[in-house]
């Protein structure tokens, strides 16, 4: 039995030119499509980024109204049940916190 042979760089290159040829003579045998069957694929793909067009505008007509919604929940919740201290109030809780604490310190 004879050892294999590595084939050499003019066989290599004379192979891939061969089925270069091969592929390229495919693609000419391959008929063309005729003008109804583009017309329908075009219009098929028309209708489709329409969908796709149509499916995005409601998706973000929906994040939009959630986010309405999640805004006005936000403002439902932050409104506040008690009333809010006035600065003067503030002052004064302020003033006897300090005094406590100072009264504390004292009976040391």
Same mark, same amino acid.
Request: no cysteine; proline share 4%.
């Given at each position: 039995m004879s050892?294999?042979?590595?084939?050499?760089? =003019?066989?290599?290159?004379?192979?891939?030119?061969?089925?270069?040829? $091969?592929?390229?003579?495919?693609?000419?045998?391959?008929?063309?499509? $005729?003008?109804?069957?583009?017309?329908?694929?075009?219009?098929?793909?028309?209708?489709?980024? =329409?969908? =796709?067009?149509k499916a995005r505008a409601e998706k973000l007509a929906a994040r939009e109204l959630e986010k309405a919604a999640k805004l006005e929940r936000a403002q439902m919740s932050a409104e506040p049940s008690v009333p809010t201290k006035t600065e003067e109030e503030r002052k004064l809780e302020r003033d006897a916190k300090y005094a406590a604490r100072k009264g504390r310190k004292g009976k040391k």
């Open positions: 050892s294999y042979k590595e084939p050499s760089f =003019q066989e290599r290159a004379a192979l891939a030119n061969k089925a270069k040829l $091969d592929a390229v003579n495919r693609l000419r045998a391959k008929p063309k499509l $005729d003008e109804a069957t583009l017309a329908a694929r075009r219009a098929a793909a028309e209708a489709r980024e =329409q969908a =796709q067009a």
